[in-house]
């Protein structure tokens, strides 16, 4: 069985040991906790010195910016460190500095053992995780560019392609829309080749000059 070393950086001692408790759990992955550091210094000398494998994050830490300030740190000093961050709630301004961070592990705070288990297991397989409860918050901000039309082709189309048609009519690249949407940019790819075969189009930029029609005609 693999081992994995793990910093906890979060404020309450109490939810350290409770955080500690729950990568206790599982039976299929073993979890190394460095011992409790609670000072911002000492953390981001932790980082540099062990580059552990996941760190987990307090978003609010200190009850400032504190927690994504050191996220930005480990992303600058530890880049194969995977970033966990936890919250209570997922503001305009977090969804913004998550998504620019490329941060792909997103728990909410009183989030179950099973929720932290699943993310710790996608996050060794580089897998994205987020929430249930944040999901919504996340697409929130995402107006749909393209509103239902009439056509066949279109009507063909699953509602994942229908998200990710409306990335590429917002101007999103793949790699921008894979984030956004929680998958990998393989798997976006292969749906953004399905979707010009339903749509029978084909050429360069195909799928963003077919939604700047769509946009004209039904807009």
Known sequence: MKEYSVVVAY?????RLGIKAMLEAPKDMKFNLYEDITDLENLRKVIVDNQPDFIVIDATLNSNDSGIELAKYTKLHASKTKIVIMAFTLEEWLIKELKNLEIKWILYKADTVENITKCAGRAIQNKPYISKL???SWWKEKAN????VSDKSYQQLSKTEIKILNQVALGKTNKEIALDLFKSEKTIKNHRQNICKKLQITGSNALFKYTMKLKDVYH
């Open 134 to 136: 944040f999901r919504e």
């Open 145 to 148: 560019p393209i509103p239902e």
């Open 11 to 15: 404020d309450d001692p109490l939810k």
